[in-house]
């Protein structure tokens, strides 16, 4: 015999919203992907902790990222680099010199050309590199539930995959 109350007892994860978005051209994505990200970055700023955190993967999408300083100076909003934290969405147990880094490709195309202080932008241990479980575990504790405990609420303001 079930028991439907056990259900209702018990802890619910919270509820995130997400939304899927297509953009109608190739050529579209970069201006789709910034006005969605100049939003969640306005939206977030105006919180009480006044934090941005955005978790990026890789692949093209750093690439698509190159113009988005141009499209907050056309929206005629102040970023405020300063108070971004970028985290990866996905990354490879590589260094981030390596070509094949998420992390590099994100630095390169980005957050290089932006005022984003180096520290908040959050890499892998790369001394961790001889063991993958190793360095999620590191990623998770010391990236990952640093920055939802500590600086926003338990939140990522902006995922991009």
């Not at 939206?43 to 999408?61: D, E, H, K």
């Not at 260094?95 to 959050?122: C, E, H, M, W």
Request: glycine share 6%; with cysteine.
């Amino acid at each position: 015999m079930e028991d439907n109350n056990a259900s209702s007892s018990s802890p619910q994860p919270p509820h995130y919203p997400a939304r899927l978005i297509i953009a109608p051209t190739k050529a579209a994505i970069s201006t789709v992907l910034s006005n969605l990200i100049l939003q969640s970055c306005h939206s977030a700023l105006q919180q009480p902790n006044n934090v941005f955190t955005i978790a990026l993967s890789g692949g093209s999408l750093p690439t698509f990222l190159e113009q988005l300083p141009e499209a907050f100076t056309k929206a005629n909003i102040d970023p405020q680099w300063e108070k971004w934290h970028v985290l990866l969405a996905d990354e490879r147990c590589v260094r981030s010199s390596d070509v094949d880094s998420n992390l590099g490709a994100v630095k390169s195309s980005f957050t290089n050309g932006v005022g984003i202080p180096s520290a908040q932008i959050y890499g892998i241990d790369e001394g961790l590199l001889g063991s993958s479980e190793d360095v999620a575990a590191s990623y998770q504790e010391n990236v990952v539930k640093y920055l939802l405990d500590k600086k926003n609420d338990g939140r990522i303001d902006c995922v991009l995959l």
